[in-house]
């Protein structure tokens, strides 16, 4: 039987996603004592142990998917919800059919969340699914204050504990499975980490117009970068080849005619690598999420696009200095410029954040730690 099922938006080739799947797969074995685990995905990215991804890549036959995920639920002792923003809509039938009581006593013991967030919810119905949902869980442990006060409003019985991102914990992962060597990069000149996403193309109703603005001020930003001389490297965190980031990093890049000094990263399963490539650079001017998580985690001063609430919590949840954020691409692309300029040149040596990388660490640990199947807890 499989200890652990592990649900969230993996298998989609989106980095982000993808260091849930590593961060899980390392806590779970060294807090919880697990041995076999599974996670809802068709693949899964580079992981320091074998692990089952449980969807079918083909689909032979109406509801295949369906059948799959409910007879791994009944096949694992536990199923988390882990990491990212999952807990803001209705619940997919199979989620359904494992939470009924005839289903539970067959061997199920616990549902669980950790190091997620909860809303915004895109429905009254998917609100009251959602609590109904978290009423039955053993513990949450939730990333954000935001989250946090939600799940509290709730008026539930279930534990709740206020953690951290878990991609906190690449640091960890990193000191115990150092990232595979890395080939050498041009030097001479400070290096910019960019990482860019379109975002409401993706949703229904999402407003272009807002997507339009966020990536010309995107692209206004990395020329007057370029326009200053220093060396531009692009991050594909999401290599989806229908909702990924090549399109608009290829957009980007170019919109720079031809500026020689730009080198582009293609998605990579390995998380490590990507932790070890944006360690390297001098600061990072990002709009996916994880690329700035991960550059907090490294060091490496940071400015974020923030294109959804997640990122103004996380933002929020560090102390990140007021006069350095950019809101959803909304301050001056020149100014943003600069600003990003000053953090190559000088940001190692500011304050940009109050929040110690190494106590966030420790909040991001309670998603384990806290849990009922801490070897420590039971």
């Not at 119905?125 to 609590?131: N, P, S, T």
């Not at 946090?148 to 709730?154: H, L, P």
């Not at 090549?246 to 720079?256: C, M, N, P, Q």
């Not at 301050?331 to 000088?346: F, G, M, N």
Request: proline share 5%.
């Amino acid at each position: 039987m499989t200890d652990f099922l592990f649900n969230g938006y993996y298998g989609y080739r989106n980095t982000g996603d993808d260091v849930f799947c590593v961060v899980a797969d390392w806590g779970s074995r060294k807090y919880w004592g697990a041995r076999d685990l599974a996670f809802v995905a068709s693949e899964l990215p580079v992981l320091g142990h074998p692990a089952q991804a449980i969807i079918p890549a083909e689909r032979r036959y109406p509801g295949q998917q369906t059948l799959s995920r409910t007879l791994s639920g009944l096949g694992a002792r536990h199923m988390v919800y882990f990491g990212g923003s999952t807990l803001h809509s209705p619940q997919e039938l199979w989620v359904n059919l494992l939470r009924q009581s005839l289903v539970q006593k067959v061997g199920r013991k616990s549902i669980a969340a950790a190091g997620v967030s909860v809303g915004p919810f895109k429905s009254a119905e998917g609100e009251r699914e959602i609590r109904k949902l978290i009423s039955e869980m053993s513990y949450i442990a939730v990333r954000d204050r935001a989250s946090f006060e939600i799940v509290k409003g709730m008026g539930v019985e279930t534990p709740v504990i206020q953690a951290f991102d878990p991609a906190l914990l690449m640091l960890d992962v990193m000191a115990d499975s150092p990232a595979p060597v890395l080939p050498e990069r041009a030097a001479g000149r400070p290096v910019i980490g960019i990482s860019v996403c379109n975002v409401e193309r993706y949703y229904a109703n999402g407003d272009l117009e807002k997507e339009k603005r966020r990536v010309a001020s995107v692209k206004a930003t990395a020329q007057a970068l370029a326009q200053e001389g220093f060396a531009l490297r692009f991050f594909v965190f999401n290599g989806h080849p229908a909702s990924g980031d090549d399109a608009v990093t290829d957009e980007v890049i170019a919109s720079l005619d031809g500026y020689p000094h730009v080198e582009r990263l293609p998605y990579d399963s390995d998380s490590r690598r990507v932790h070890a490539e944006l360690a390297r650079c001098d600061a990072i001017f990002g709009v996916r999420l994880h690329a700035c998580i991960l550059a907090y985690t490294a060091g490496v001063p940071f400015i974020l696009v923030e294109y959804h609430r997640k990122c103004g919590d996380f933002l929020d949840e560090i102390g990140y200095a007021p006069e350095y954020r950019a809101g959803d691409a909304t301050v001056d692309p020149l100014e943003t410029a600069r600003r990003v300029a000053k953090l190559a040149i000088d940001g190692r040596r500011m304050r940009l954040w109050t929040r110690p990388v190494k106590d966030s660490c420790e909040v991001s640990r309670l998603n384990f730690t806290a849990a009922p199947y801490c070897e420590g807890r039971r």
